[in-house]
T-cell receptor, first 113, second 113 residues
Framework: GENVEQHPSTLSVQEGDSAVIKCTYSDSASNYFPWYKQELGKGPQLIIDIRSNVGEKKDQRIAVTLNKTAKHFSLHITETQPEDSAVYFCAASKLSGAQKLVFGQGTRLTINP | NAGVTQTPKFQVLKTGQSMTLQCAQDMNHNSMYWYRQDPGMGLRLIYYSASEGTTDKGEVPNGYNVSRLNKREFSLRLESAAPSQTSVYFC????????????FGSGTQLSVL
């Protein structure tokens, strides 16, 4: 089955700098890669997703890149703000069939003022 | 809209006790899920219900049972709680299947002593 590895487990950046979180997946047939943000005391919320027919997707300060050959994808947050502090999870699955999402271990991002 | 509502928010059990975690969604979603979140292990799927009347095992189903009572409600039961079941439990729903946006509840913090 699918296995998703996420790095780093913790990340601390200065406000205004960029943050990058990386994930690798094992199943070359996976083609759906969402990212979830979990704020303290809340459930995760989808912030962006990418499907394997594109290599990059942007939404304001957030972008996700996908390298299918290397089987890894990354979340990029630019101009970080204090409200970006949270735990971020990547996930992977196949769009067709019954495979459920497999999540990475999570990255705790701290934005220092 | 309330979205996904979980009860209780906190629970302490003794080993061997039983309890049921309740989950309800008001978005008319077909699919519902139960996840557990443990430090360093991300979110792991316990059980999944694609539609009313159907349930399916996830990655870590042992020690749990579920009931899809109707389209809105999906409950998780621990028949004989064990310390290994100490975790944060999240219920989620999606409109159709697992490979689209998941909406999570705010979680139940469960401690088994």
């Amino acid at each position: 089955g699918e296995n998703v590895e996420q790095h780093p487990s913790t990340l601390s950046v200065q406000e205004g700098d960029s943050a990058v979180i990386k994930c690798t997946y094992s199943d070359s047939a996976s083609n759906y890669f969402p990212w979830y943000k979990q704020e303290l005391g809340k459930g995760p919320q989808l912030i962006i997703d990418i499907r394997s027919n594109v290599g990059e997707k942007k939404d304001q300060r957030i972008a996700v890149t996908l390298n299918k050959t290397a089987k890894h994808f990354s979340l990029h947050i630019t101009e970080t703000q204090p409200e970006d502090s949270a735990v971020y999870f990547c996930a992977a699955s196949k769009l067709s069939g019954a495979q459920k999402l497999v999540f990475g271990q999570g990255t705790r991002l701290t934005i220092n003022p | 809209n309330a979205g996904v509502t979980q009860t209780p928010k906190f629970q302490v059990l003794k080993t061997g006790q039983s309890m049921t975690l309740q989950c309800a969604q008001d978005m008319n979603h077909n699919s519902m899920y139960w996840y557990r979140q443990d430090p360093g292990m991300g979110l792991r799927l316990i059980y999944y219900s694609a539609s009313e009347g159907t349930t399916d095992k996830g990655e870590v189903p042992n020690g749990y049972n579920v009931s899809r009572l109707n389209k809105r409600e999906f409950s998780l039961r621990l028949e004989s709680a064990a310390p290994s079941q100490t975790s944060v439990y999240f219920c989620a729903s999606s409109e159709r299947g697992p490979n689209e946006k998941l909406f999570f509840g705010s979680g139940t913090q469960l401690s088994v002593l």
